[in-house]
Nanobody
C-alpha cells in the first residue's frame, strides 16, 4: 500500500511563491507517474500537472508558465513549485500516484490560500 504525504501549503500574498512536496512510501515511486491536482471550494478537482516516470511533464493552461513539477526519485518525492500565485489558486492541493498497473493513490491534501 502506498501512502502519499503532501506538505508546503500555507498562506501567501498574491504574486508570491510556494513549493509543495509530496513524499511517497514504498518502492514503486520511480516507476510511477505523479500528478498534482487541486480543488477549490465549490469546484471540481482539477488536474494541474503531471510528470511521467521518464520525466516528461504536462501542465494545464491555467498554471502553465507559473507552476513547475519535478521529481526526485532518490527521495521518493514530487514537487510543485508555484510562482506568481493568484487569488484563484486558493485550493486544497493533492498529489496522486499512478503505478504501472494503473492503480491510483491520493495524498490527504495541503491547503494553499492566496490572499492579501
Amino acid at each position: 500500500q502506498v501512502q502519499l504525504v503532501e506538505s508546503g501549503g500555507g498562506l501567501v500574498q498574491p504574486g508570491g511563491s510556494l513549493r509543495l512536496s509530496c513524499v511517497a512510501s514504498g518502492s514503486i515511486f520511480s516507476s510511477s507517474a505523479m500528478h498534482w491536482y487541486r480543488q477549490g471550494s465549490g469546484k471540481e478537482r482539477e488536474l494541474l500537472a503531471y510528470i511521467t516516470r521518464f520525466g516528461t511533464t504536462h501542465y494545464a493552461d491555467s498554471v502553465k508558465g507559473r507552476f513547475t513539477i519535478s521529481r526526485d526519485n532518490a527521495e521518493n518525492t514530487v514537487y510543485l513549485q508555484m510562482n506568481n500565485l493568484k487569488v484563484d489558486d486558493t485550493a486544497v492541493y493533492y498529489c496522486q500516484l499512478v503505478d504501472t498497473s494503473l492503480n491510483i493513490y491520493w495524498g490527504q491534501g495541503t491547503q494553499v490560500t492566496v490572499s492579501s
